[in-house]
């Protein structure tokens, strides 16, 4: 990654992702980290985001509300659709590593949530993972593998 786009995420998370206006908030997510925020969504206060030199690689589609201090990977692409609701605490990566490789190498796997999905509280979605239209993904959930479109899931693994 280089200098400039390390600054523009450490300036982000460190400063103005912890800021009380909305506005500037998404402007600068817009401006500096190439995400795409739909009409009527919204990203609330404590959200921490990780990309590379591109960018955060996040689309998020209209009327959804990504809520306080979710984590969310943009180092490959994550797709949020519309009138989604991401609760507090969640962990969404699109990159992991493979524990049977010697050199414990990425593996990237994107991860799609479709329209009107809700994510509870504390939930954790893996990479290469897609959340079906209208599931719902229980609080404290671990998905690691695709949600049919509305399902309820919950648990670890969920």
């Not at 500037?24 to 206060?45: A, E, M, V």
């Not at 991860?111 to 509280?121: C, K, L, P, R």
Request: aromatic residues 12%; proline residues 5%.
């Amino acid at each position: 990654m280089n200098f400039l786009r390390a600054f523009y995420f450490y300036i982000g998370n460190g400063i103005l992702m912890w800021q009380p206006f909305y506005g500037l908030r998404h402007q600068f997510l817009k401006t500096f980290l190439n995400i795409t925020i739909g009409t009527d969504s919204s990203i609330h206060y404590g959200c921490f985001v990780t990309g590379g030199v591109q960018g955060a690689h996040i689309k998020i589609g209209n009327n959804s509300v990504i809520n306080r201090f979710v984590y969310l990977d943009g180092r490959f692409p994550l797709i949020i659709g519309n009138n989604v609701n991401i609760s507090h605490y969640t962990l969404i990566q699109t990159l992991t590593h493979d524990p049977q490789a010697a050199d414990f190498h990425g593996v990237p796997g994107p991860v799609s949530i479709e329209d009107d999905v809700w994510i509870g509280a504390k939930a954790i979605i893996l990479p290469g993972v897609t959340i079906g239209k209208g599931s719902i993904v229980a609080a404290g959930a671990v998905v690691t593998k695709n949600v049919e479109p509305h399902t309820i899931v919950g648990g670890n693994p969920a």
